[in-house]
C-alpha cells in the first residue's frame, strides 16, 4: 500500500504544522510527504530537519505564494508511485487510525475518487464542511450579510451545509473541502488536478466536482479529524478579494446559480 500525502504552507504556526505532520506519520504505513513551502521565507523548513528519519521532500519556493492548488500540483508533480494521495492542511491532526479506516474502505469501494471524513473543531464542535452545488446568493449570504441578519436565512444556509443529512452517515457529496482530501491516486491523475487559475477558494469545489463527474465523492463520518480554521477571508480584505474572484471563475466554468 504506497500512500502519498502534500502539505502546503503559508506562514503557519510551526507547533500547529508539526502536530500534521505527526499524526500523518503515525499512521502505520509507509508514507511519501512533499511539503511546498509558499512562506515569505524559509523559516519552517527546521521543523522538517529535526524529521530527517521520516520520508519527507521539502520545497521552499524562495518567496513565491504560488498558491493553495499551484502548491499541491507541484507536490503531485514530485509523486511517482502511490496508491492513494491525501492533501492535508498544516492546521489538521487526527488519530493513527483514521487513514487506515478511510483506506480501506476505499479499498472495498472501487466507485469512490475521494473520501473525506467527519471534521471537527478541537473543541469537539462539528464542522458542516459537506455542501451542495453554491449558488451566488449562498456564498453572498455567508460573506456579507450581517450575523443578526442570517437567521432569515438558517434554513437555505442549513440546506447548503447538507445538515439536512445529520452528517451521521455515508453519504455522496459534490463539494468537499479541501483541508483533507483522501484520493485515489490513479483517478485524480485520470480527472486532473486543482485548477490553478483559482489562486485560493473554490478550488476544493471544482476539484470535487469534477471527480463526482466519474468517480463517487464520499463524506465517511466513521472516523473524524480536528482542524482549526480559520476563515481567512472573513478577517483580510485581500483574501476578500480573492474569495470572490475565484467565485466568478468557478461559476463561469461550471454554470451560474443565482438562488
Known amino acids: 500500500m504506497r500512500l502519498s500525502a502534500s502539505l502546503v504552507l503559508y506562514k503557519n504556526e510551526p507547533n500547529m504544522v508539526l502536530k500534521a505532520v505527526e499524526s500523518l506519520f503515525n499512521t502505520p504505513l509507509e508514507i511519501n510527504l512533499i511539503v511546498v513551502d509558499n512562506s515569505p521565507s524559509a523559516e519552517l523548513s527546521e521543523i522538517f530537519s529535526n524529521l530527517s528519519n521520516l520520508k519527507i521532500d521539502y520545497f521552499y519556493q524562495d518567496g513565491r505564494n504560488l498558491g493553495f492548488g499551484k502548491g499541491h500540483n507541484l507536490a503531485l508533480s514530485k509523486i511517482q508511485n502511490s496508491d492513494y494521495h491525501l492533501i492535508l492542511n498544516p492546521d489538521v491532526y487526527f488519530e493513527p487510525h483514521t487513514l ?3 483506506i480501506d474502505y476505499l479499498d472495498k469501494n472501487p466507485d469512490i475518487g475521494l ?3 467527519k ?8 464542522q458542516y464542511l459537506c455542501k ?6 449562498l456564498l453572498f449570504a455567508r460573506r456579507f450579510i450581517p450575523q443578526y441578519l442570517k437567521g432569515l436565512f438558517k434554513d437555505y444556509l442549513n440546506w447548503y451545509e447538507m445538515q439536512d443529512t445529520g452528517y ?5 457529496v459534490l463539494y468537499l473541502s479541501g483541508c483533507f482530501m483522501l ?6 491523475d485520470e480527472i486532473g488536478y486543482f485548477d490553478e487559475n483559482i489562486f485560493m477558494y ?3 469545489a471544482d476539484l470535487t466536482l469534477r471527480m463526482s463527474q466519474k468517480y463517487r ?10 482542524h482549526h480554521w480559520a476563515k481567512g477571508s472573513y478577517k483580510s480584505l485581500r483574501l476578500m478579494l480573492i474569495s470572490i474572484r475565484s467565485a466568478f471563475y468557478f461559476f463561469g466554468k461550471h454554470g451560474w446559480r443565482f438562488f
Open 119 to 126: 471534521i471537527y473543531y478541537p473543541n469537539g464542535e462539528l
Open 115 to 117: 473520501i473525506q471524513p
Open 183 to 188: 484520493f485515489r491516486k490513479k483517478y485524480l
Open 132 to 137: 451542495r452545488y453554491p449558488t451566488f446568493f
Open 202 to 204: 473554490l478550488e476544493d
Open 168 to 172: 451521521n452517515r455515508i453519504i455522496d
Open 100 to 102: 487506515i479506516e478511510l
Open 217 to 226: 465523492t464520499v463524506f465517511y463520518p466513521d472516523v473524524w479529524i480536528y
